[in-house]
């Protein structure tokens, strides 16, 4: 919501909002760009009445805004409808979904066409650092970039968001079960994705993870050409040799495709970011452009905010600041520290707050998302009181199990406490990192705060 209002105003239009609890980065993308935001929901605050009121898929009935709207007969529509038509329609649609990697993998997308070139607008979950902004618009006929979530639309439209992106080339990183208030299995999700193919032209292109057995059934369903890629040998494009760079942050690998050979790198950390990559790299090549102009818009891509972001200066102690909240996200991002930093002790602290995450739905894979970490803290479930016991994610059964697996693992509800114990754990060599979909109260900044003081 936050990118498209600069979107909007970017394009002259006078945007105000309303919202709860907003944190950085989107929190402060807003204030740089003047965008005034009423805190909470209030009839008011649509007073005098605008154009159009755009609801965001986390409003529901009863919200006073929402109501306020419908009974004054306001010109209501959805975020990706308005998306849509006034940003992708009659440019060349670039849709990267799945259930990790959409952020990080459109923002690499944007960065590589726009850097080898290429007219490029996008719109994404996050703040690409080469761009210092969420969004950005382009003139017809050149590429839009967009994360292809599938979580709903809205309060009256509860397809998945990406029904309404146009996709010409789509990528499909992968597809687990999430979004548990949305869908009530991996069943309905994949049908989702499948029902989305049937916009793709026949002169169109997926690129899929071949890698993964969901990812691959849901391709096969299409009308479109799909190409494979991945670290098995059945796929297409072969990843190979996939290791961390010697003496400096990042990733090199050996790519095979179509009876080529290309040795790259990126400047990301784990193999989770070489497959996005991968993904990239494929794409640019099937829109024309040659392997030596990607591969040097790899080399200055400088990631995404609250994506591994480093948020200390003390060269003892590491503290990153991550998103993950999945246990795969969660897990391979710790395998990614892990291969950087193989000597290093992690300490990593998480928060669930997903409606996913907070529910019992991967309660027995929590234990082994944090099977690389040296010891763990989780802080409380977000908002847990209002979900049901039985139905509640158990964190005092995952400190057992990691406990039993001689790891350090404490379950704490204060947020000073969380950094005090951090803090007191790690010593120099160090990794601290904390992952949360939230604001998490900036405990993140609080630990950094503390480790740069005793340097």
């Not at 967009?146 to 979580?151: I, Q, R």
Request: hydrophobic share 40%.
């Amino acid at each position: 919501m936050a990118s498209l209002a600069v979107l909007l105003k970017n394009r002259g239009h006078k945007i105000t909002g309303s919202d709860e609890n907003i944190y950085p980065p989107m929190s402060d993308f807003l204030i740089e760009n003047q965008i005034e935001v009423a805190q909470g929901y209030q009839p008011e605050h649509l007073q005098p009445h605008p154009d159009y009121v755009v609801l965001g898929n986390a409003l529901s009935r009863g919200n006073a805004e929402v109501e306020y709207a419908l009974e004054a007969h306001l010109h209501y529509l959805s975020m990706a409808e308005l998306l849509k038509n006034e940003f992708i329609r009659g440019n060349r649609s670039v849709v990267v979904s799945g259930t990790h990697g959409k952020t990080g993998t459109s923002s690499l997308a944007a960065h590589v066409l726009h850097a080898c070139g290429e007219d490029t607008g996008f719109m994404i979950g996050g703040i690409p650092e080469n761009f210092g902004t969420s969004s950005l618009d382009v003139k017809k006929g050149g590429y839009f970039v967009v994360e292809g979530d599938e979580y709903d639309t809205s309060l009256f439209d509860k397809r998945s968001k990406f029904f309404h992106y146009l996709p010409d080339l789509l990528i499909i990183n992968n597809i687990e079960f999430d979004h548990a208030d949305i869908f009530n299995n991996l069943e309905e999700i994949k049908k989702s994705f499948s029902l989305m193919l049937r916009q793709i032209p026949r002169n169109g292109l997926i690129l899929v993870n071949g890698d993964d057995e969901h990812a691959l059934e849901v391709a096969k369903t299409g009308f479109t050409p799909y190409v494979t890629f991945g670290m098995g040998e059945h796929c297409e494009a072969l990843i190979s040799q996939c290791a961390p760079l010697t003496g400096e942050l990042g990733m090199k690998f050996e790519l095979s495709f179509q009876g080529k050979n290309y040795s790259l790198k990126i400047p990301l950390l784990g193999e989770f970011n070489v497959r996005n990559a991968t993904a990239v790299i494929l794409l640019a090549l099937h829109e024309g452009i040659a392997i030596e102009k990607i591969q040097a818009a790899l080399n200055s891509f400088k990631n995404v905010r609250r994506r591994l972001q480093r948020v200390n200066q003390s060269g003892k102690i590491k503290v990153f600041d991550d998103f993950a909240h999945h246990p795969t996200a969660i897990a391979e991002t710790i395998k990614a520290v892990r291969l950087a930093w193989p000597a290093a002790k992690i300490h990593a602290v998480y928060e669930a707050r997903s409606n996913t995450s907070v529910r019992k739905f991967h309660q027995e894979r929590m234990a082994t998302a944090f099977a690389d970490a040296d010891s763990v803290c989780f802080y409380k479930l977000h908002r847990g009181d209002s979900i049901a016991l039985d139905d509640r994610l158990d964190l005092s059964k995952i400190v057992d199990q990691l406990r039993a697996a001689n790891k350090t693992a404490d379950c704490i509800d204060n947020l000073d406490q969380i950094a005090d114990y951090a803090v007191a754990l790690a010593e120099p060599g160090d990794i601290i990192l904390v992952m949360s979909q939230g604001s998490f109260g900036g405990v993140q900044h609080k630990i950094a705060t503390k480790i740069d003081a005793l340097s």
